[in-house]
């Protein structure tokens, strides 16, 4: 099968400091072009504006039907990739096949006019967004429907609330059927019950067979819509892979392993601490995924009072909770050497970041052999899988299952 966006050494430069002229007469115009040869010789030998590469030698395929992730730290090229791959702006160096036509939503409410009316707006915008009339008139209603606007259709959308203009302008946006659509962190507008049928519309949009490329930061809507994923840094593209393969390498780059000193002198000391997936080291988990603090202990006396305890925190280092286990349970007399897993088992925690409390001491806590108050930090994300936060409120970090009782109803 043939790809449908083909993307080969895609770079892009731009200038820092640069500013646009301002719109000149023709006088100055005239002034302006005689200056020019001693202005190039005065600047001859002078100090160039400096630049910056937005991205540098991108190249990836995406096959018909794919929808594909697009992930980075803020500045690493998101945006940019998909200005380049929409044509609002040119590649300094590569090139770009799209076989398919392209709808983008880049900038929710790009096109509306604030003197015009809701309805007028919707043909506006559309128009603005490659829609047909005759797409427009069929659609319609479904659009109105959506924004849940109704009763202010010829309303001047200056008088709308930012909440009625963002649902407005998504709509029209969400209702573009090209066969490649560029998507960019166009969810995170309006409030959670919109933001939830927003999420809605793409699930659809992705699931009708169109080739989605999508920016977001948020990794639940990452792992729910994508069915692959591009992780870019600084410009550069470091990996395209399977969804989760990608979120964790994106996750990974801040991963700390505990690595303790020799045993010489010391009863009981820790070898090692990490935190482990299903196949291997690991410091990003969804939500619904066990996490596993895996610790090697090294024994040179086993004593019955021997404890280990793991805590766990949150990243403003408030105790989440607490737990202790007696190193005598997993070990006798000849161990030397002891490898434990604590799990906390999937749908358990918020979520969010957190890292680890390590210790180990006696059960009376009246001596301590080793304490590490801060260790092996995690990321746990939303994906999907039956819990989902409102950015912007606390839930607080512990999830318990929901236990209701109607005791009385008249």
């Known amino acids: 099968m043939k790809p449908i966006v083909q993307v080969r050494g895609v770079s892009k430069r731009y200038r820092i400091g640069a500013h646009r002229a301002r719109y ?21 030998g002078g100090q160039q504006r400096p630049t910056i590469w937005a991205l540098k030698n991108v190249t990836f395929d995406v096959m018909p039907g794919e929808v594909v992730g697009i992930i980075g730290r803020n500045g690493a090229g998101k945006s940019t990739l998909l200005k380049v791959l929409s044509r609002i702006t040119e590649p300094t160096e590569g090139e770009i096949d799209l076989f398919g036509r392209v709808g983008s939503l880049l900038d929710v409410g790009t096109g509306f006019h604030p003197e015009l009316t809701g309805r007028e707006n919707i043909f506006l915008n559309g128009a603005v967004l490659g829609m047909k009339r005759a797409e427009i008139d069929r659609k319609f209603d479904e659009i109105v429907a959506f924004a849940e606007i109704e009763k202010f259709l010829d309303t001047p959308v200056k008088h709308y609330s930012s909440g009625m203009y963002v649902r407005l302008a998504f709509a029209v946006a969400a209702h573009l059927e090209p066969e490649i659509l560029l998507v960019d962190e166009v969810l995170a507008v309006g409030d959670a019950g919109f933001q939830k049928k927003c ?18 930061h948020n990794m639940g809507t990452i792992m729910q819509l994508c069915t692959s994923c591009i992780l870019l840094s600084a410009g550069v593209m470091e990996l395209k892979g399977t969804t989760k393969t990608v979120i964790d390498r994106y996750h990974d780059d801040w991963s700390v392993r505990y690595v303790g000193t020799g045993g010489e002198g010391k009863g009981i000391w820790f070898k090692s601490i990490e935190t482990w997936g299903e196949n291997g080291p690991q ?32 990243r403003g280092k408030s105790r989440v909770f607490t737990v202790n286990r007696s190193v005598a349970d997993f070990a006798d007399a000849s161990t030397r050497e002891l490898v434990m897993e604590f799990v906390i088992e999937g749908h358990l925690i918020a979520p969010m970041e957190y890292s680890f409390l390590v210790a180990l001491n006696t059960r009376t806590g009246t001596m301590t052999y080793e304490w590490h108050p801060d260790i092996c930090p995690i990321r746990v994300y939303d994906d999907g899988t039956g819990f989902a936060f409102a950015e912007g409120f606390d839930y607080g970090c512990i999830i318990v299952k929901d236990a209701w009782n109607l005791i009385r109803r008249s």
């Open 199 to 216: 999420l809605g519309k793409m699930e659809a949009v992705a699931n009708s067979g169109r080739t989605v490329l999508f920016v977001s």
């Open 24 to 44: 000149a007469s023709l006088r100055e115009s005239l002034t302006e072009w005689a200056r020019q040869p001693f202005q190039a010789l005065l600047k001859k």
């Open 283 to 314: 410091s990003s988990f969804a939500h619904s995924e066990p996490i596993r603090l895996r610790m090697v202990i090294g024994i040179n006396e086993l004593f019955s009072f021997q404890n280990v305890g793991v805590a766990l925190l949150t």
